[in-house]
């Protein structure tokens, strides 16, 4: 489609199926790295203040509070991407992950 990136066809065609999985499965491979890992892989949430955080920080995760109305509460790459011990958390269908 002639001259129709950044348009709404653009946009349109990157919803399309192998376009999106193609986005998906890029998107899964850098969460799999942070440039604080060690430390953000294998930060676990222990006081009852801190549960709203897991292997997630402001380098690989964290948002403009303003822009996530979660308020980058309850993120944790480890849902997404085997991260050290623990694949069995993965939330993420393991063919995407391939």
Same mark, same amino acid.
């Given at each position: 489609m002639p001259? %129709? /990136?950044?348009? @709404?066809? *653009? =946009?349109?065609? =990157?919803a399309? /199926?192998?376009?999106?999985e193609?986005i998906v499965?890029l998107?899964?491979?850098?969460a799999?790295?942070? %440039?604080? +890992? ?5 930060? @676990?949430?222990?006081?009852p203040? +801190?549960?709203?955080?897991g ?13 996530c109305?979660? *308020?980058n509460?309850? =993120? ?16 993420t269908?393991? /063919?995407? @992950?391939?």
């Amino acid at each position: 489609m002639p001259d %129709s /990136e950044g348009t @709404l066809g *653009g =946009l349109v065609s =990157l919803a399309e /199926e192998p376009q999106f999985e193609r986005i998906v499965r890029l998107a899964l491979r850098n969460a799999a790295h942070c %440039s604080s +890992d060690p430390l953000c892989a294998e930060r @676990l949430p222990h006081a009852p203040a +801190d549960f709203l955080h897991g292997a997630a920080c402001h380098i690989c995760l964290f948002v403009s509070e303003t822009t996530c109305e979660r *308020g980058n509460r309850f =993120l944790d790459r480890r849902f997404l991407v085997p991260l050290g011990d623990e694949p069995d958390l993965v939330l993420t269908p393991g /063919e995407l @992950l391939a």
